[in-house]
């Protein structure tokens, strides 16, 4: 193992963010390696996860919000998201080994002062960091504990390109989908969606009227809607429900995008009557809730199915941290696939 440095490098915000977020706003910086206390372990990030809810956590009007494990960012603060690297540096009371893998939050750095609590331990001899820190194990918590997807089932699946739904459709399929729809932004990723992700149909934000792309992709109706945007898909996916239909909404990118400002507010106007008359069940749901149960289930079926060649774990990677922000710019404008790795 190398010797530890005395500095380490992380990224910093400088003023909070007005409108679409750019590279602009933040700050790589050198700062001391902190020595480690009782309970605290160092750890030398090799992998972070990239999350659009940055922009939202880096709004000047950002606010503590159930559900996302951050906290608002002031000028000056360090960002976090989810990072996998080895401990180099334990203080007393710990167990853990020096040289052991742990999966922490408090990625884009260097190295990072954890809590052990934070930690959990990553077994894997050859580990893929996009089966730890990606977002499969939200779609997976989303389609077997909050819908459950039938033989059969027509799947309808907003931002299909993003980071959960990428996911999302592949899951839905070794469920027993019949049939995957997708919506995406930009028609660049339609070819990629179909071969790659096993879309049946990709309706796209410049493709015309959502509604009727909805009901030419689905013409006998959807069965699960698995929404990460909300406003006018959401409410054309209702619209579009067959009896007894289910959805579950995980996010609501038309408020975290909004090119104005990022806000905690995502109107949308749906005929409730369709939901009453047709017996559609909707639910928020939060995988985070149920991360002790589902995520050692997530990565023992994922670990099988990549055994057998039955999915993909779609990313994109960057390599070194003084790049993170432009990838960060990039995810917020919708450029990138799946879930944004930075390999530091």
């Known amino acids: 193992m190398t010797a530890i440095p005395q500095t380490s490098r992380e990224v910093t915000l400088i003023a909070n963010t007005e409108g679409d977020l750019k590279a602009d706003y933040f700050k790589l910086v050198e700062r001391s390696v902190p ?34 494990p951050f906290p608002p960012l002031k000028p000056g603060d360090t960002l976090a998201d989810g990072a996998i690297g080895e401990v180099v540096k334990v203080g007393p009371g710990v167990s853990l080994r020096v040289g052991s893998r742990v999966m922490h ?6 190295y990072a002062l954890v809590s052990a609590t934070q930690c959990t331990t990553v077994d894997d001899d050859d580990v ?15 389609l077997t504990r ?3 997807v ?17 996911m999302a459709a592949q899951i839905a399929r070794l469920l027993g989908a019949g049939r995957v729809i997708g919506s995406t932004g930009s028609t660049e990723k339609v070819d990629w969606m179909r071969t790659e992700l096993g879309y049946d149909a990709v309706i796209t934000r410049d493709g015309g009227d959502v509604r009727e792309q909805l009901a030419k992709a689905a013409p006998d109706g959807i069965d699960v809607i ?8 959401l409410a054309a996916a209702i619209e ?3 009896e007894g239909a289910r959805g579950v909404l995980l996010g609501a990118l038309t408020a975290e995008l909004n090119p104005h400002n990022a806000t905690l507010k995502a109107p949308v106007e749906i005929d409730t009557f369709q939901l009453i008359l047709k017996g559609v069940t909707l639910r928020g749901f939060s995988a985070d809730e149920h991360a002790s149960e589902v995520f050692p289930a997530w990565l023992r079926q994922v670990g099988d199915w990549l055994r057998r060649g039955a999915i993909r774990l779609p990313q994109t990677r960057v390599a070194g941290i003084e790049r993170a922000t432009l990838a960060l710019e990039a995810a917020c404008a919708g450029r990138l696939k799946g879930v944004v790795l930075v390999e530091v």
């Not at 939050?105 to 260097?110: A, I, K, S, T």
């Not at 893929?128 to 989303?142: C, D, R």
């Not at 698995?226 to 898909?233: P, S």
């Open 128 to 142: 893929e960091p996009a089966a730890w820190l990606g977002h499969g194990w939200t779609a997976y918590a989303a």
């Open 105 to 110: 939050p408090l990625g884009w750095r260097e």
């Open 35 to 68: 020595e480690p206390g009782p309970n605290q372990i160092l750890v030398r990030n090799r992998w972070f996860r990239i999350s659009i809810s940055t922009r939202l956590m880096a709004n000047k009007e950002a606010q503590h919000i159930k559900g996302i």
């Open 150 to 166: 039938r033989d059969g089932d027509t799947v309808f699946v907003t931002s299909g390109a993003g980071a959960i739904g990428s």
């Open 226 to 233: 698995v929404d990460m945007m909300g406003g006018e898909q």
């Open 146 to 148: 909050a819908v459950g």
């Open 240 to 242: 579009q429900t067959r």
